[in-house]
T-cell receptor
Framework: EVQLLESGGALVQPGGSLRLSCAAS????????MAWVRQAPAKGLEWVST??????????ADSVKGRFTISRDNSKNTMYLQMNSLRAEDTAVYYC???FGYGYALDYWGQGTLVTVSS | DIQMTQSPSTLSASIGDRVTITCRAS??????LAWYQQKPGKAPNLLIY???TLESGVPSGFSGSGSGTEFTLTISCLQPDDFATYYC?????????FGQGTRVEIK
């Protein structure tokens, strides 16, 4: 059974940092593109970042570029999102999701982890 | 960035109705278009990818169509479990972008 389990969400002050993790199981993690998508309270979905299977190719939304870093450890079947210089507008549920490759969409999502940025 | 515009924002319908949601891209996205269903407090669930390919396990009452910049999601016979919010998403170019969502509510 495919599982994606996010962790690391918390209440953090503006300007602070957090690292989210996404632990994967039930599929060949190293063969899948992985992504983070967030959803602010009562808002729509916003793509945050994507990392290719090799862990070298990464992509970011302009809203997080330079502040967030996506990475993966294929030996641990885990993806990460290092979030620095957090702002109130980063408050959201952060979902991790997987994608088989070119032409495929995000076919499985975790249940999400809540990040709240507030003083 | 490619803008994705969904219509309507809210749709009131009855069990058994045929429902259509439209998604328009600001430029050609080469059919790299997905549809997701999301229920309150839950993660999104993939319904359709590549504009018209039904994801495995998704009921056949869901279908997608369109090309270029205009796409539709159709629910042929609305079931109680289908009341939810639906999002389109383009994955042709980065940044990937989502439509604002269409809430399907009970009439």
């Amino acid at each position: 059974e495919v599982q994606l389990l996010e962790s690391g969400g918390a209440l953090v002050q503006p300007g602070g940092s957090l690292r989210l993790s996404c632990a994967a199981s039930g599929f060949t993690f190293s063969s899948y593109v992985m992504a983070w998508v967030r959803q602010a309270p009562a808002k729509g979905l916003e793509w945050v970042s994507t990392i290719n299977t090799d862990g070298v190719s990464t992509f970011y939304a302009d809203s997080v570029k330079g502040r967030f870093t996506i990475s993966r450890d294929n030996s641990k079947n885990t993806m990460y999102l290092q979030m620095n210089s957090l702002r109130a507008e980063d408050t959201a549920v952060y979902y991790c999701a997987k994608k088989f490759g070119y032409g495929y969409a995000l076919d499985y999502w975790g249940q999400g982890t809540l990040v709240t940025v507030s003083s | 960035d490619i803008q994705m515009t969904q219509s309507p924002s809210t749709l009131s319908a009855s069990i058994g109705d045929r429902v259509t949601i439209t998604c328009r891209a600001s430029q050609n996205i080469n059919n790299w278009l997905a549809w997701y269903q999301q229920k309150p407090g839950k993660a999104p669930n993939l319904l359709i990818y590549k504009a018209s390919t039904l994801e495995s396990g998704v009921p056949s009452g869901f279908s997608g169509s369109g090309s270029g910049t205009e796409f539709t999601l159709t629910i042929s016979c609305l079931q109680p479990d289908d009341f939810a919010t639906y999002y389109c998403q383009q994955y042709d170019n980065y940044p990937w972008t989502f439509g604002q969502g269409t809430r399907v509510e009970i009439k």
